[in-house]
Protein backbone atom coordinates (compact mmCIF):
# COMPACT_ATOMS: atom_id res chain seq x y z
CA UNK A 1 0.00 0.00 0.00
CA UNK A 2 0.93 3.43 -0.87
CA UNK A 3 -0.02 6.95 0.94
CA UNK A 4 -2.00 9.18 -0.54
CA UNK A 5 -1.22 12.69 -0.94
CA UNK A 6 -3.73 15.64 -1.76
CA UNK A 7 -2.74 19.15 -2.91
CA UNK A 8 -4.87 21.77 -4.07
CA UNK A 9 -6.16 25.05 -3.14
CA UNK A 10 -9.51 26.07 -1.38
CA UNK A 11 -10.67 28.96 -3.38
CA UNK A 12 -13.53 31.48 -1.60
CA UNK A 13 -15.78 33.52 -4.09
CA UNK A 14 -15.75 36.73 -1.75
CA UNK A 15 -14.67 37.69 1.57
CA UNK A 16 -18.26 35.88 3.52
CA UNK A 17 -16.57 32.66 2.25
CA UNK A 18 -13.16 33.59 3.69
CA UNK A 19 -14.39 34.35 6.97
CA UNK A 20 -15.84 30.96 7.07
CA UNK A 21 -12.97 29.47 5.99
CA UNK A 22 -10.66 31.49 9.10
CA UNK A 23 -13.45 30.73 11.30
CA UNK A 24 -13.50 27.02 11.21
CA UNK A 25 -9.99 26.11 10.18
CA UNK A 26 -8.15 25.55 13.49
CA UNK A 27 -10.77 23.13 14.81
CA UNK A 28 -11.18 21.36 10.75
CA UNK A 29 -7.32 21.09 11.18
CA UNK A 30 -6.71 19.84 14.88
CA UNK A 31 -9.45 17.12 14.19
CA UNK A 32 -7.71 15.72 11.12
CA UNK A 33 -4.10 15.82 12.60
CA UNK A 34 -5.18 13.72 14.83
CA UNK A 35 -7.24 10.88 13.04
CA UNK A 36 -5.37 7.78 12.84
CA UNK A 37 -3.61 7.75 9.45
CA UNK A 38 -3.16 11.31 9.04
CA UNK A 39 0.78 12.13 8.54
CA UNK A 40 0.48 15.39 7.55
CA UNK A 41 -1.97 18.27 6.86
CA UNK A 42 -1.28 21.99 6.08
CA UNK A 43 -3.88 24.69 4.89
CA UNK A 44 -1.77 27.83 4.69
CA UNK A 45 -3.08 31.21 3.11
CA UNK A 46 -1.91 31.89 -0.48
CA UNK A 47 -0.31 35.02 -1.44
CA UNK A 48 -4.40 35.97 -3.14
CA UNK A 49 -6.32 36.47 0.06
CA UNK A 50 -9.27 34.21 -1.03
CA UNK A 51 -7.18 31.35 -1.48
CA UNK A 52 -5.50 28.64 0.76
CA UNK A 53 -3.07 25.86 -0.36
CA UNK A 54 -3.91 22.46 1.17
CA UNK A 55 -1.68 19.48 1.21
CA UNK A 56 -3.01 16.55 2.70
CA UNK A 57 -1.08 13.16 3.40
CA UNK A 58 -2.72 10.01 4.78
CA UNK A 59 -0.91 6.44 5.47
CA UNK A 60 -3.41 4.59 3.01
CA UNK A 61 -6.63 4.76 1.26
CA UNK A 62 -8.62 3.75 4.00
CA UNK A 63 -7.39 6.32 5.82
CA UNK A 64 -7.83 8.90 3.29
CA UNK A 65 -11.54 7.37 2.57
CA UNK A 66 -12.30 7.42 6.89
CA UNK A 67 -11.14 11.60 6.55
CA UNK A 68 -13.20 12.00 3.84
CA UNK A 69 -16.49 10.70 5.66
CA UNK A 70 -15.51 12.30 8.56
CA UNK A 71 -14.82 16.23 7.29
CA UNK A 72 -18.74 15.79 5.24
CA UNK A 73 -20.62 14.99 8.53
CA UNK A 74 -18.38 17.75 10.17
CA UNK A 75 -19.20 21.44 10.72
CA UNK A 76 -16.48 22.37 8.58
CA UNK A 77 -17.94 19.72 5.51
CA UNK A 78 -21.06 21.87 5.84
CA UNK A 79 -19.66 25.46 6.45
CA UNK A 80 -18.02 25.07 3.71
CA UNK A 81 -19.83 22.19 1.38
CA UNK A 82 -19.68 25.31 -1.21
CA UNK A 83 -16.82 26.79 -1.54
CA UNK A 84 -14.69 25.47 -4.23
CA UNK A 85 -11.67 22.88 -4.29
CA UNK A 86 -9.30 22.60 -6.58
CA UNK A 87 -7.60 19.76 -5.79
CA UNK A 88 -4.94 16.52 -7.29
CA UNK A 89 -5.07 13.60 -5.71
CA UNK A 90 -2.09 10.64 -6.25
CA UNK A 91 -1.70 7.23 -4.71
CA UNK A 92 -5.16 6.51 -4.80
CA UNK A 93 -6.54 3.05 -6.62
CA UNK A 94 -9.23 3.61 -8.97
CA UNK A 95 -11.01 0.99 -7.53
CA UNK A 96 -11.04 2.67 -3.91
Known amino acids: ?5 LTGQLVCADDGEA ?11 ALTRAEPGCLSFEVTPAEEPLVWHVEERF ?28 YTIDGMDPAS
Not at 1 to 5: A, Q
Not at 19 to 29: C, D, N, Y
Request: no cysteine; hydrophobic share 45%; aromatic share 4%.
Open 1 to 5: MSDVR
Open 19 to 29: AVVRRHLPQHV
Open 59 to 86: VDAGAFAAHQRRVAASEWGRATAGIERR
